[in-house]
DNA sequence: GTGTCGTCCTTTTTT
DNA sequence: AGGACGACAC
């Protein structure tokens, strides 16, 4: 089992009991050395799977893992305590939902249901004007609960964060009524129930003999706090990351856990993987470069001995559109040579830039898949459908009953619902129970719905989870309406999916791990073979609908390529973290979109932005390119930039340019490109166009501005000209400074030498 | 209750 | 540019 280890691996996976940290570089086997010092403890330490807790950020890896360790040596996963934070959490709740203070079927709402509810709520506070737009006080509630905080701890200084905290508290007050649960309140209850109540705090501590914790710099405070709570100091925590990986601090993680980690706890327990598997020589140096110029990390270098290989090829083009051409003229050269497609992917910054991407692979009829979008679980008709069957567990779920109310129109419209909520606000009740106040026109329709829902949960009592399903599309009018609507086939396809989904849920219930559901059952089990676990527990078995539902929430699907498709793969640089490949392109290397200028105003932005460079680099095996243009379409723009400082941040004995280095727009010799080449937004000479002609040139005390020039400014340093507008003494400039962002200053007045 | 038009916004994303 | 959402009209 680790005797095909490397030394370092093996020091990992055979730690004795005490809190450590591995510094796992890209490539180095980090999920290799995870499983294998989980299937280490179980066969040379003795110690039980269902001692082990390995906690993960996504699905995806918590399959992997315990795929891996299936591999690794015979072993029933099933109620394994292998799952991500999330999932985890989950499981505790439905244990001890009554000392959480939640109905065992409580339902977990995801980003849009939040949205929704919050929406709902800023409506019922009478908040009207735009004062506060629900996603940033979503925002803010999210903020607060990844901190640990509750409404009454918000430090509310001034006008706004009291009113915030307010919302904070209404919308608590009105998740609690309608028995919801959004995904940042699965892990403070469960933090709250674990710090709350003593015996069961103290089973779970004795109960679990080692933690694993995955991808450890993408934990929040919250959840650092989670495990520190549940190791109790004692139990060894066995942390593994990557902190030049760190690249979600933007959601809420905290990348100096890690180093707050090695303090605390693994101090002189600390381990480097460093030997890459995976990267080429050139690559690796490249990465490592770039990587150095950040401050404050843990501190690594990768190595490789698989050779130097290739360079890193450059090309700069002088559109996005032109990028995109060269970029499928060389994909197409690489399948000619007989590179597989899926194992050629292009990366980019932001989404945004796929559009032109996704085009010129279709017209050069390339198979592509483009990862990232709606996910199954998240399409309107997928969720239309699981809030009919919320409401059967709860009919006070509001947000699951004002979704379908009346969806498909059944007579109950906007001015009713508004009656409604007005009567559920007075009474202080549910919509659901609302309705029994109701005295209006639309009385009659109300009371059908309600009996609609009746029935369905009657039907839930007798018929199996796919029939269930099946039944509720049909009964709920959501089959006929797509029926009907000329555009509703997929939907009808997606509907049938669901059915589909359940059955396959239902059956894998029976024979394999899933994080609610019968393991709650089987906890209880391994529970009693060691000691009870406190607190009452009579109902140990959540239904197979109620576990459906939460399955649903926690895991929004796949939105990766059908297996066995050979396509292009185009996704985000985040999307890429994990993933490698041979062939790897990254796009739209230029000063504000990679690094993106919104990064620039945040605290260490920049570093984060360097990461996620560093991430794009280590993502290729053999052959990797650099691709950007000097003028790109932004929010129907053209607009344009500065070759990304990353790129010189990588040593130019690594890079090989194919296009000819001169010709960035960071010198001053810009020429307008041939017309030929240009697709209509670029100016162009004569006709209608004149207009913006005379202002891609301007002469200001003898200095040729032009667009696309770089200059320097003696307090906003170096920038590009994007924009030219005036002559003579109105002439002014509009320029992206690569430190300060886009100013527009007066080039009679504004001391700006060229850069040459 | 539905369809249309105008306005706004636009980094990254998992659970 | 293009999508999402809200206001307004039929």
């Not at 315990?66 to 985890?88: I, N």
């Not at 699951?400 to 001015?415: D, K």
Request: with cysteine; hydrophobic share 40%.
């Amino acid at each position: 089992m680790i005797e095909q280890l490397n030394p370092q691996q093996r020091q990992a996976v055979t730690l004795p009991d005490s809190h450590a940290l591995v510094l796992a570089g890209a490539g180095s086997g980090k999920t290799r050395v995870l499983t294998t010092r989980m299937a280490w403890l179980m066969q040379q330490q003795q110690i039980s799977p269902h001692r082990l807790l390995a906690v993960t950020f996504t699905n995806k890896a918590a399959r992997e893992m315990l795929a891996r360790l299936s591999a690794l040596l015979p072993l029933d996963t099933r109620g394994m305590w292998v799952g991500t934070f999330h999932g985890l959490c989950n499981r505790l709740l439905r244990a001890h939902h009554r000392d959480a203070g939640l109905l065992q079927t409580f339902q977990i709402l995801d980003v849009s249901d939040q949205l929704s509810a919050i929406k709902r709520l800023l409506k019922s506070a009478g908040i009207t004007d735009d004062q506060y737009a629900p996603r940033e006080v979503q925002r803010f509630i999210n903020r607060q609960k990844e901190e640990g905080v509750r409404p009454a701890q918000v430090s509310a200084y001034d006008a706004y964060s009291r009113n915030m905290a307010d919302l904070y508290a209404r919308y608590q007050d009105q998740c609690e009524r309608e028995g919801v649960v959004d995904f940042a309140e699965l892990l403070l209850r469960a933090y709250e129930l674990l710090k709350n109540n003593q015996a069961i705090r103290e089973h779970y501590q004795r109960r679990f003999a080692h933690i694993l914790v995955d991808e450890f710099q993408d934990t929040n405070n919250l959840q650092y706090l989670w495990l520190q709570l549940l190791s109790g100091g004692s139990t060894p925590i066995f942390a593994v990351g990557d902190d030049d990986q760190s690249i979600y601090a933007f959601r809420g993680a905290n990348i100096h856990n890690m180093a707050d980690f090695e303090r605390d706890y693994a101090k002189g327990n600390v381990i480097r993987l460093e030997q890459n598997y995976r990267s080429h020589g050139h690559i690796l140096d490249a990465a490592n470069a770039l990587i150095s110029q950040n401050t404050g990390r843990l501190g690594k270098n990768l190595w490789t001995d698989q050779g130097a290989g290739e360079p890193i090829r450059v090309y700069e083009s002088a559109s996005d559109q032109l990028e995109a051409q060269w970029l499928i003229d060389e994909i197409k050269a690489l399948v000619r040579d007989g590179h597989i497609k899926h194992e050629i992917t292009v990366l980019y910054r932001s989404n945004a830039q796929s559009r032109v991407i996704e085009h010129a692979l279709f017209s050069a009829g390339l198979p592509y898949k483009v990862y990232g979008g709606l996910r199954f679980f998240e399409r309107q008709e997928i969720k239309h459908a699981l809030a009919y069957l919320r409401l059967l567990d709860n009919p006070n779920d509001d947000t699951a009953w004002l979704r379908v109310v009346n969806f498909p129109t059944r007579g109950i419209g906007a001015r009713t619902q508004e009656q409604l909520i007005e009567l559920a606000q007075n009474h202080n009740c549910s919509l659901h129970e609302a309705v029994s106040y109701f005295d209006g026109r639309s009385g009659a329709r109300l009371l059908d719905f309600v009996q609609l829902i009746q029935q369905m949960a009657h039907q839930a009592q007798v018929l199996n989870l796919p029939e269930l399903v099946e039944y509720v599309v049909k009964h709920s009018g959501l089959k006929a309406h797509y029926q009907d609507d000329k555009d509703g086939l997929d939907r009808l396809e997606n509907l049938q999916e669901l059915v589909t989904a359940a059955a396959v849920f239902a059956a894998e219930e029976g024979a394999q791990t899933h994080p609610a559901g019968r393991l709650i059952e089987r906890e209880i089990d391994y529970g009693l073979q060691d000691e009870p676990i406190p607190g009452p527990q009579t109902e140990f078995l959540l239904s197979p609908l109620a576990a459906f539902l939460s399955h649903a929430s926690l895991e929004a699907g796949d939105n990766q390529a059908e297996r066995g498709e050979d396509a292009i793969q185009l996704m985000t640089v985040h999307a890429a973290k994990g993933l490698e490949f041979d062939s790897v392109f990254i796009s739209g290397l230029e000063d504000g979109l990679f690094p993106h200028e919104n990064s620039l105003n945040e605290r260490d932005g920049l570093e984060e932005e360097r990461r996620l460079m560093y991430v794009a680099l280590t993502r290729a095996r053999k052959r990797l390119y650099i691709t950007l243009a000097q003028s790109r379409m932004i929010h129907g723009k053209t607009r344009f930039s500065m070759r990304s400082r990353f790129l010189s941040e990588i040593p130019s004995k690594h890079l090989k340019w194919l296009s000819p280095k001169e010709s960035s727009a960071f010198s001053n010799r810009y020429t307008m490109p041939s017309g030929a080449t240009w697709r209509g937004q670029m100016p162009r000479h004569g006709g209608a166009q004149a207009n913006t002609l005379a202002n891609v040139g301007v002469e200001v005390s003898g200095k040729h501005f032009r667009v696309g020039m770089g200059v320097t400014h003696p307090k906003f340093g170096d920038g590009t000209i994007t924009r030219l507008s005036g002559s003579g003494p109105e002439a002014q400039a509009e320029i992206h400074f690569r430190d300060v962002g886009a100013k527009t200053l007066a080039l009679g007045i504004a001391k700006l030498d060229i850069i040459t």
